[in-house]
């Protein structure tokens, strides 16, 4: 059984958040959904930047991730981000420790 990861405040969503010494990309939705992936690149371990339309990049190398499902969407990604399951719970966002 995975355990519930407690991360940052709903209200003080800011990209990126460390927990145990994993990096996370926390995104909020304009509808309220939340995402949580790895917040580092798949290609160099880069920390990642939040971009328009639901979308993670690589500032170093320009590739970019969906947020909703890790998926690589651009070169020079080859291996997708692990996406978590997530949820908010008291105004703070939660995410299950293992892939969603």
Same mark, same amino acid.
């Given at each position: /059984?995975?355990?519930?990861? !407690?991360? @940052? ?10 927990? *145990? $010494?994993? %990096?996370?990309? =926390?995104? $909020?939705?304009?509808? $309220? %959904? ?6 580092? #690149? %798949? ?7 939040? $971009? /328009?339309?639901? =979308?993670?990049? @690589?500032? !170093?190398?320009?590739?970019? +991730? #969906? @947020?909703?499902? *890790? !998926? *690589?969407? !651009?070169?020079?990604? @080859?291996?997708?981000? %692990? ?7 008291? #105004?703070?966002? +939660? +995410?299950?420790? #293992?892939?969603?």
């Amino acid at each position: /059984m995975t355990d519930w990861v !407690k991360t @940052c405040r709903f209200d003080d969503i800011d990209g990126e958040d460390d927990h *145990g $010494g994993q %990096t996370c990309a =926390v995104i $909020g939705a304009p509808d $309220g %959904t939340i995402y949580v992936s790895d917040g580092l #690149g %798949t290609h160099e371990r880069i920390l990642l930047a939040l $971009g /328009m339309d639901h =979308v993670l990049e @690589c500032p !170093k190398h320009n590739g970019r +991730f #969906g @947020c909703r499902t *890790g !998926k *690589g969407l !651009k070169a020079p990604i @080859c291996v997708d981000l %692990t996406t978590y399951e997530a949820r908010i719970e008291d #105004g703070h966002v +939660f +995410f299950r420790a #293992g892939r969603a």
